[in-house]
């Protein structure tokens, strides 16, 4: 016997690439889930990853550095908050 | 004997009080001339002596009473009336005109001139009728009432019995008139000109002629049983009516003969009938309340005969036939009969047509309510039947019956245990249909349905039912998928082909001042009454639910019919999402969208994988080989040719992929995993190639979306097999795991290798390749379970059979099956698919689940109940339900497997009375 496969359907769960099982640090939903204001996982509601290795869903960072009293500042370490190749101007767009 | 008593109580009543009847005198010249005598109290000789004139006088009259009595008199037995009541009466000579003047208007028209109350002709000729109707007619009568009459004879009977007694009537009447009223009346004449006009009235001739005949009348209607006539008469109008209309209800030959005999004879015969009958005074209350009782009946027959059955083929109401004849047929009729018994109709002509005609409305309205059940259930052609009620309904009370008694069909065959889900969702939406037709404003609905969607709400499957039906396609489902078994009902299906209407739902109406089309609500309504489209079906059902919970079933439902739906543009699935959003607010809907979106984002993230993999095919570790037919041309041919040569060439099928690989076509569904529904997650090892396509795919996949990974579920998907047996060809659409279990039967390197060279090709080909099921278990590193269902799968697609217990081997050759082989294979069938069905849900049940958190649950209980003492079952599964994490959504019924199950391990006790307790050691 001879077993040949025309075509194969297969399920897959997307996550990122980030250690498993965490959650956001500011809306503690996990990551592969959205912000609490978002509708859509993933693209649109991605990840950002600070230099000091924290990461939170983009719009719960922006929003928390918009604030004055974040100071601009990581909420997890207190450390100045800064991503790796993104322009400061950005946030304040955003 | 009874006759004696009856005679001597007559005896003492008349002792006490002087009875006519009883000092009645035989009218024969043989009396001795009473010559009178002294009353009691009286003084013994005064009147004698005073008044010598009066004892002449009285021996006169007695002489003329004599003589007129002697004449007057009638027979008194029934043999003397033999021959129909002709009596020989003596001619009347001039003596006895004499005497009748004498005793009548003469001197001695009363004995009382001495104060003696003495009989005036008058009288003793009303006794001396009484007599003879007693001694000649009632027994004649009497014969013919004694027993029931039969209703063939009904007719006749009463026929007879008018014609006895009138001929009484007349016999006794005929003397009064020829002999008595003439001498009264020349009497009354001569006295109305000289004085008293007004006393003669009373006592005219005409006065006592109607007197008379009342007696007579009252004698009559005495001697026959009023219960017994009165049933007999209203019989025979019944039947009179039932011919004239032609209702033949009655069974028997009787209704032949009716059919047949002529309407206007019959009306004639009765009219006849009924005005002779009150001609001898039987025409009176009695009769009147037998043709009313006749009549009643009569329009309930018409209601039920074959003149108004359901109008099933025009689908119109029939109302109006009803109503004519009610106008032209029965008042009529009614009239007829009534004016024949000479009631007075004239107090009532006005008013009584159109009660008449909402008595039968009313009748005709109530017996097809308790037929609106099976109106319901045949909806659409009952539509006949459907709009009398509607037209009943125009009647008060008419809306409280129709609830009352439509509930109550309602409760005793649809909301029973015995009823499916489907059958009920369908029965529920025809109910729908049929009100609002019937009440387009809804308020009999709302009341009518509440006890269905209470009901409906109990029901577990009712969710499902309903979301898998609107996900379903009525045109491509075959008729199979909505038997009377199915879980798919085919009214859903339809509803969701309507276009949608009424989008503006959730608008407050009450706030909208600008309408202009504002109506208050219906008087009758409720207060919980919410004004809708009421031909928006689903709208009914999607609001079965409180929200929340609807939308968990919709979720999971969804998510399973998103994985399994074949439909490239997942139409269907939009639209019912966009419905329900607008039904119940998008803000919960999130997972579903989100669900929806990965299934359509899976779909383009496919199509670009797959362009990318052709058109840059180093990004495949192994390129296609040179012998890889071109695109162009006849293909199919072709590529079993290039499978079966490489058989022949390559050892081991896993060195294979490199020139099978293109062929496949991988497509993936990538999933949000917060967001579906708990799937399964089997683990087990997928075919090789397979595996390796996918690692490839994660690559590309990774390089479209940056920092992203993939994690494959393997026990989800489909997944198309082609399996080249030696005789045969077979290609099966299957599951993931029962592809990975076939293609584990294929040879592996070294086996394939002994079985060609070792023991002889034709040997080991005609066995197959054998595996048992530990081998599978370690090769695939599958459950037991799951490899069982995935060999009783292929048992039943006749591929593998079952060599020994728990070891399969592959039939490479059909011929060499043996019958019995076959029927196993039957048999296996059957039990793979209905395990497929169980198998085939993408999503892990409740039961599964349950099933998984015993552990949790069991350790929370056995806390519990450690530290708060025993409790009833209501309790634990209260305290589940607040305090375990993710809650506890199951009911009485499951709690109570887990209790049972936790007892048989020995760590609960079962203290009775449905308190459970923590078995002590």
């Given at each position: 016997m001879k077993v040949t496969f025309k075509s194969w359907n297969a399920?897959?769960?997307?996550?990122?690439?980030?250690?498993?099982?965490?959650?956001?640090?500011?809306?503690?939903?996990?990551?592969?889930?959205?912000?609490?204001?978002?509708?859509?996982?993933?693209?649109?509601?991605?990840?950002?990853?600070?230099?000091?290795?924290?990461?939170?869903?983009?719009?719960?960072?922006?929003?928390?550095?918009?604030?004055?009293?974040?100071?601009?500042?990581?909420?997890?370490?207190?450390?100045?908050?800064?991503?790796?190749?993104?322009?400061?101007?950005?946030?304040?767009?955003? | 004997m009874t006759t004696s008593a009856m005679d001597h109580s007559h005896l003492i009543f008349s002792a006490l009080f002087p009875v006519p009847s009883l000092s009645h005198t035989t009218p024969t010249p043989s009396a001795t001339a009473d010559l009178g005598f002294a009353q009691p109290g009286e003084p013994f000789e005064g009147s004698f002596v005073n008044n010598p004139a009066g004892q002449h006088r009285t021996a006169r009259r007695n002489i003329a009473w004599s003589t007129a009595t002697g004449f007057l008199a009638l027979p008194k037995t029934t043999s003397d009336s033999d021959g129909g009541f002709r009596v020989h009466r003596p001619l009347k000579t001039q003596e006895v005109e004499e005497a009748l003047r004498y005793l009548l208007v003469g001197e001695g028209k009363s004995g009382d001139a001495e104060g003696v109350k003495q009989e005036g002709l008058l009288e003793w000729y009303r006794d001396e009728v009484r007599l003879h109707f007693a001694g000649a007619v009632r027994p004649v009568v009497t014969e013919l009432w004694e027993k029931p009459v039969s209703l063939q004879h009904a007719w006749d009977v009463l026929e007879e019995t008018q014609r006895i007694l009138q001929q009484d009537q007349d016999q006794c009447l005929r003397p009064f008139v020829e002999h008595i009223a003439p001498i009264l009346t020349q009497s009354s004449f001569s006295s109305s000109m000289t004085f008293n006009a007004n006393d003669d009235s009373q006592n005219g001739p005409e006065a006592l002629y109607e007197q008379m005949q009342r007696d007579i009348h009252a004698l009559f209607a005495y001697s026959i049983p009023e219960r017994r006539f009165s049933q007999t008469l209203g019989y025979v109008l019944y039947d009179a009516g039932c011919n004239l209309f032609r209702l033949y209800i009655r069974q028997g030959k009787t209704s032949e003969t009716g059919a047949s005999e002529d309407t206007r004879a019959i009306r004639v015969r009765m009219t006849n009938l009924l005005q002779n009958l009150a001609r001898v005074g039987l025409g009176g209350d009695t009769a009147q309340k037998a043709c009313a009782h006749a009549m009643d009946k009569l329009m309930a027959s018409f209601i039920e005969s074959h003149f108004l059955k359901v109008d099933w083929y025009s689908k119109q109401s029939i109302v109006s036939q009803l109503q004519t004849w009610v106008e032209n047929g029965f008042a009529p009729l009614v009239h007829l009969a009534m004016e024949c018994l000479q009631c007075d109709l004239t107090d009532q002509e006005t008013s009584e047509l159109q009660q008449w005609q909402d008595m039968a409305l009313g009748r005709l309205g109530r017996a097809r309510v308790d037929n609106l059940f099976d109106f319901v259930i045949n909806w659409a052609k009952s539509l006949g039947g459907i709009l009398d009620i509607k037209e009943y309904l125009k009647l008060p009370d008419a809306k409280q019956y129709l609830v009352t008694h439509f509930s109550k069909q309602i409760s005793r065959r649809l909301l029973h245990p015995g009823a499916t889900t489907t059958y009920i969702l369908n029965v529920y939406i025809s109910v729908i249909r049929v009100f609002h037709e019937l009440e387009p404003k809804g308020v009999l609905l709302e009341r009518v349905a509440r006890p269905i969607r209470r009901y409906l709400r109990e029901r577990s499957d009712t969710a499902r039912i309903i979301i898998s039906s609107l996900l379903t396609d009525i045109n491509d489902a075959q008729d199979t998928k909505f038997g009377p078994g199915s879980e798919l009902s085919r009214e859903i299906a339809r509803e969701m082909q309507k276009p949608m209407t009424n989008l503006n739902q959730d608008a407050d109406e009450d706030l909208n001042w600008n309408d202009m089309n504002w109506q208050p609500l219906p008087s009758d309504a409720s207060l919980d009454y919410k004004k809708s489209k009421m031909d928006d079906v689903i709208w009914f059902l999607l609001t079965l639910w409180d929200r929340d919970d609807f939308i968990t079933e919709m979720k999971t439902i969804f998510g399973e019919h998103l994985l399994k739906c074949q439909d490239p543009e997942y139409e269907k699935e939009i639209r019912l999402l966009e419905l329900i959003k607008i039904r119940l607010g998008d803000d919960k809907l999130q997972a579903c969208e989100v669900m929806l979106r990965d299934i359509l984002d899976s779909k383009r993230i496919n199509a670009a994988i797959r362009t990318n993999l052709t058109t840059v095919p180093p990004s495949t570790p192994n390129n296609p080989p040179p012998h890889t037919p071109p695109n162009f041309g006849p293909k199919t041919p072709q590529l079993r040719q290039t499978r079966s040569s490489t058989k022949h060439r390559t050892p081991a099928p896993t060195s294979v992929p490199g020139a099978a690989k293109p062929e496949i076509t991988l497509s993936a569904q990538i999933l949000s995993s917060n967001f579906w529904p708990t799937l399964r997650d089997d683990i087990f090892k997928i075919p090789t190639p397979i595996s390796e396509l996918q690692a490839s795919y994660a690559r590309q996949f990774e390089a479209i979306r940056g920092m992203r990974k993939l994690d494959w579920i393997?026990?989800?998907?489909?997944?198309?097999?082609?399996?080249e047996l030696e005789d045969r060809t077979v290609e099966v659409n299957a599951t993931t795991f029962q592809a990975s279990i076939i293609y584990a039967f294929q040879a592996q390197p070294g086996e394939e290798w002994a079985g060609s060279k070792g023991k002889g090709k034709s040997k080991s080909k005609a066995q197959g390749i054998t595996r048992n099921v530990e081998q599978l278990e370690e090769m695939l590193q599958m459950d037991e379970g799951l490899v069982r269902q995935g060999l009783a799968f292929w048992v039943g697609k006749s591929v593998l059979r079952e060599s020994h217990q728990d070891t399969f081997a592959v039939i490479e050759n059909l011929s060499t099956l043996s019958s019995s082989n076959a029927d196993d294979a039957a048999a296996a069938q059957e039990m793979a698919e209905a395990q497929a069905q169980a198998a085939a849900s993408t999503v892990k049940s409740q039961t599964d689940l349950l099933k998984e958190k015993k552990g949790l649950y069991s350790q929370f209980i056995v806390g519990m109940l450690t530290n708060q003492g025993n409790m009833p079952i209501m309790k634990i599964g209260m305290m589940l339900k607040i305090a375990v994490p993710g809650g506890f959504p199951y009911g009485g019924e499951e709690l109570k497997g887990l209790l049972g199950w936790m007892i048989e391990e020995g760590r609960l006790a079962d203290l009775g009375g449905g308190v459970y307790g923590v078995r002590k050691a």
């Open positions: 399920v897959a769960f997307w996550r990122w690439d980030m250690p498993a099982d965490d959650v956001c640090g500011i809306c503690r939903n996990p990551y592969e889930s959205t912000c609490s204001k978002c509708k859509y996982p993933g693209d649109d509601c991605p990840l950002l990853v600070g230099d000091c290795n924290h990461s939170f869903h983009m719009h719960c960072i922006f929003s928390w550095l918009r604030q004055e009293s974040s100071q601009e500042k990581c909420p997890m370490c207190r450390q100045r908050m800064s991503f790796n190749g993104l322009p400061r101007c950005l946030i304040q767009e955003v | 393997p026990a989800l998907g489909d997944t198309s097999v082609v399996l």
